[in-house]
């Protein structure tokens, strides 16, 4: 069950049993994260490169942080800032950086399959150390799957016969991929709901259910995840306009009161207040959003913790 040297580029590569424990190991994560001291050396010596070929708030700056917080050097590349612009290819980049001795790449591209290619693009003289996905086009956000059911856990809810559901464009949401694929390996009931356009009935493949109506989506339900129209994937042309889209799928108040008295409300982010989901309901205490964000943090610390050292796991004391 040993992760170390592996590459983590989706969550259908990995066992129930690896998920649980960088679950494990993200709850010590969490410790270091929310405490006085964020600084370890476990990882010192140790050199990450993040290339992030796509805008990124969250993810870029959690990963970067984690690897911080273990005592790893940083490396930060953005196509803007590369010679990419000088047409450089990915495998190219890749190759580059592997030369100089980086021991892990976290990658983000829009392009499907792009983190499969780069952990596949060695060549004789220069192999590829692991790679990590951190989103590539609408296939797979493992970190983000990850960091969801550690958030879940969080609040005090069982993955297994849990009812998650997921709401919005999911057409366009490698969160809702590896959300579906991990909570479902983790014996969570997954539910689907949103504009036909949206909602692909072909991912109860993936084992899920698309649900015909919000209310059958939210009965019962333990935590709803929200997902933005993604614009700039062209999800605008599948629905009449978003103000229509608001009161026809939109999260507030009211449809929460749906689901269980204790469910959470979560959000990958970035948030559009007032779409997908009302700004009240956003900071709502029953909102698990801005901890998702933190859980971030730990999930990616003991994502690159454990592909890289497969140590014993961390004791902390605050």
Known sequence: ???????????????????????????????????????????RGKSIATLFFEASTRTRSSFELAAKYLGAD?????KSGSSMTKGESVRDTALTLSAMGVDAL?????????????????????????VINAGDGAHAHPSQGLLDMFTVREAGISLKGMKYVILGDILHSRVARSDIIGFAKMGADVHLYGPRTLVPKELEALGCTVDDSMEEALDGADAIN??????????GGF????????????????????AK??????????????VEISEDLA????????????????IR?????????EGKDIEVHN
């Open 261 to 274: 008295p204790g469910a959470i409300v979560m959000h990958p982010g970035p948030m559009n207040r007032g």
């Open 1 to 43: 069950m040993s992760l170390k040297g592996r590459s983590i580029v989706s969550l259908e590569g990995l066992s129930s049993a690896e998920i649980e424990r960088i679950l494990q190991v993200a709850a010590q994560m969490k410790n270091i994260v929310i405490s006085q001291n964020k600084k370890l050396d476990v990882l």
């Open 239 to 258: 629905i009449p306009s978003l103000s229509e889209y608001s009161s026809l799928f939109g999260l507030n108040r009211r449809r929460l009161a749906l």
């Open 74 to 78: 940083v490396v930060n590349i953005s």
């Open 301 to 309: 610390m003991a994502m690159l913790y454990l592909i890289l050292t």
């Open 106 to 130: 976290v990658i983000r591209d829009s392009s499907e399959g792009a983190a499969v290619f780069v952990s596949r693009a060695g060549s004789p003289r220069v192999a590829i150390p692991p």
């Open 283 to 298: 900071y709502d205490e029953r909102s698990w959003i801005q901890e998702e964000v933190r859980n971030g943090v730990a």
């Open 226 to 235: 929200v997902l933005r129209i993604q614009l700039e994937r062209a999800a």
